[in-house]
């Protein structure tokens, strides 16, 4: 599977870290860096590129690292189409794909320890969408509103509903 990855100063090492073990394993890695440490690197234009190659590439799936992975998860989520989520272990990386679909993975490098953080990527990697059709139709919903900024209607009995 191909891999799209960027991070910003405080996630650098545990992106190279992911880089070297995805290759390992046998996925097609392509790093959007950045390329060396530099502590003044914003973490927007490489996570928002690795986030945007995702889109064009359907099939693959990306992961964005940060101190937190906050930042990162905002911005990939920022491109149009792509779904992000912040996994802090392996169970929300698995769920973030199983039903949400979700396309990148965020993680905080300074909220884990590099094996801990593999497992994490790798756990999000392994998973497959589940299909399910109530989660298909949630996805729908949010897909939906950001085209056309429509809320969807809320269930009859509702307080609010009209």
């Known amino acids: 599977m191909r891999v799209h990855l960027g991070s910003d100063h405080a996630g650098f090492e545990l992106k190279q870290h992911l880089v070297e073990r995805l290759r390992e394993a046998g996925h097609d890695v392509v790093d959007h860096g950045p390329v060396a440490l530099d502590p003044s690197d914003d973490y927007p234009p490489f996570c928002l590129r690795a986030a945007l190659a995702v889109r064009e590439d359907p099939g693959s799936l990306g992961v964005v690292v940060g101190g937190s992975g906050n930042g990162e998860q905002i911005a990939a989520n920022k491109v149009p189409g792509v779904r992000a989520v912040l996994a802090w272990s392996e169970e929300t990386a698995r769920l973030g794909r199983q039903h949400n679909d979700a396309h990148v993975v965020a993680v905080g490098a300074r909220m884990h320890g590099l094996d801990?953080?593999?497992?994490?990527?790798?756990?999000?990697l392994?998973?497959?969408?589940?299909?399910?059709?109530?989660?298909?139709?949630?996805?729908?919903?949010?897909?939906?509103?950001?085209?056309?900024?429509?809320?969807?209607?809320?269930?009859?009995?509702?307080?609010?509903?009209?």
Do not use: K, Y
């Open 116 to 124: 801990e953080a593999t497992g994490i990527v790798s756990a999000f």
């Open 126 to 162: 392994a998973e497959p969408f589940s299909g399910d059709p109530r989660h298909r139709r949630r996805l729908d919903q949010v897909a939906a509103f950001e085209a056309d900024g429509v809320l969807p209607p809320l269930p009859a009995g509702h307080p609010e509903h009209r």
